[in-house]
């Protein structure tokens, strides 16, 4: 291929599908989506790029090809993280309505919602889904106890931000697969990726 740099990649069409070829030759670990969170974060990032993207391969001393059906699954992923990227609520507290009477109530707020966002949508999508749901969960129950009107709406505001985040999650083929399998999952855990992703590996012939 092509790309020779340990990590290169390039979209490229072949047999009527746009193929995404990455160099993992130098990697010393197997390329596999279902078992490494910063794999599947890398192929992400590279999805938004090249959203018409239909297979996924990986050159190793194999050849480790994920077809469509589980491309179009990480293709979905993508374009959530996309959409939220672009959306200024979710990246700059103005954008939630920001008040200084409030501000207090904001603390972290802003940093575990990009972590939402910028880490765990891109590398543990499930884990995203669970932990948003959580938040969004213990953040209404908060809302009945507030008595200040500024963060009354400070509070609101932000399970909006989330709510959004949530619902294109729920609504996705990957939440929809696993969706009767979420009790007990913790993040970080690989295991479940493994009845959804499977790669075909092939061995690649040295012609000498």
């Keep these: 291929m092509s790309t020779q740099k340990e990590g290169g990649y390039q979209v490229v069409r072949e047999g009527g599908e746009n193929v995404l070829k990455v160099n993992a030759v ?27 993207v239909t297979k996924i391969i990986f ?69 995203c ?5 959580r938040i969004v969960r213990e953040e209404k129950i908060l809302l009945g106890r507030d008595s200040d009107e500024s963060v009354i709406k400070a509070r609101s505001n932000y399970i909006a931000v989330l709510s959004d985040l949530l619902e294109m999650l729920k609504n996705s083929r990957l939440i929809k697969f696993v969706e009767n399998k979420l009790e007990g999952h913790r993040i970080g855990e690989r295991e479940i990726y493994r009845d959804i992703f499977r790669e075909m590996i092939f061995f690649i012939l040295k012609l000498t």
Aim: aromatic share 12%.
């Design 129 to 133: 889904y669970v932990e948003t749901k």
């Design 26 to 52: 130098g990697w010393n670990y197997t390329p596999s989506i279902e078992d490494n969170a910063n794999i599947m974060g890398n192929v992400i990032d590279k999805l938004v790029e090249s959203a018409s």
């Design 59 to 127: 050159f190793q001393q194999k050849k480790f090809i994920y077809h469509n059906d589980q491309t179009q699954i990480l293709l979905e992923i993508a374009s959530i993280y996309n959409d939220m990227i672009k959306s200024k609520r979710i990246l700059n507290i103005s954008g939630w309505g920001f008040e200084e009477s409030a501000a207090r109530f904001y603390g972290n707020k802003l940093s575990e919602t990009q972590y939402l966002i910028l880490n765990l949508l891109r590398t543990d999508p499930i884990g």
